[in-house]
């Protein structure tokens, strides 16, 4: 099998916090490392690719210093989201993926983050 | 960004009949994949079908791939009250150089027992 597992699985915090999500490929080895923000009822949207010790690349109109992203080992990412505001509430996924493109992407179960 | 579009955005069906799900795409892929998310959770794998090939299944799930019409179905034959959840499709475009994937706004399958 393939299992991420993504830490915490629920945040509530003040607005102004920053707030850290774990992503760890438990049994493989994954080059690249996916994250996605998903708003209720809706699909899944790409917030930005990682690779193991590279810079993340992140889509369009994602802005890099409120969402930081680190690939520090091939099982390990963070996303933090820094000084957290009620609109950055939302279902953060990540998901990783082996060396070779035609693989699929595992996914950890979600981080619920909520911002008073 | 969004790039696969399913349809129906949702299907209500009766246990021990099948479900189709269709997908419609825009670009050029290196593969198409399927995944379900149950409520509050991950996503989960389902299928990955590559640009040059036509059919593939996995125990109760049919894929198909026509990529003159950039499109693609998954059947769930003799479906179960577990099968209930979202199931989205996935396209890896050909122009990207990370192996992106763009996601569908998913179909809601509900299958009553």
């Known amino acids: 099998g393939a299992v991420v597992s993504q830490h915490p699985s629920w945040v509530i915090c003040k607005s102004g916090t920053s707030v850290k999500i774990e992503c760890r490929s438990l049994d493989f080895q994954a080059t690249t490392m996916f994250w996605y923000r998903q708003f209720p009822k809706q699909s899944l949207m790409l917030m930005a690719t990682?690779?193991?010790?590279?810079?993340?690349?992140?889509e369009q109109g994602v802005e890099k210093d409120k969402f930081l992203i680190n690939h520090a080992s091939l099982t390990l990412s963070t996303l933090t989201v820094t000084s957290a505001h009620p609109e950055d509430s939302s279902f953060y996924i990540c998901?990783?993926?082996?060396?070779?493109?035609?693989?699929?992407?595992?996914f950890g179960d979600g981080t619920r983050l909520s911002i008073l | 960004s969004q790039q696969g579009e399913e349809d129906p955005q949702a299907l209500s069906i009766q246990e021990g009949e099948n479900a189709t799900m269709n997908c419609s795409y825009k670009t050029s892929i290196n593969n198409l994949q399927w995944y379900r998310q149950n409520s509050g959770r991950g996503l989960v794998h389902l299928i990955l079908i590559r640009s040059n090939e036509r059919e593939k299944h996995s125990g109760r799930l049919r894929v198909t791939l026509d990529t003159s019409k950039k499109s693609s179905s998954l059947l769930i034959t003799a479906s179960r009250a577990a099968d209930t959840a979202s199931y989205f499709c996935?396209?890896?475009?050909?122009?990207?150089?990370?192996?992106?994937?763009?996601f569908g706004r998913g179909t809601q399958l509900t299958v009553w027992p």
């Open positions: 996935a396209t890896d475009d050909r122009g990207s150089t990370l192996g992106r994937l763009y």
């Open positions: 990682s690779n193991e010790g590279s810079k993340a690349t992140y």
């Open positions: 998901s990783a993926r082996r060396a070779f493109r035609d693989q699929p992407q595992h």
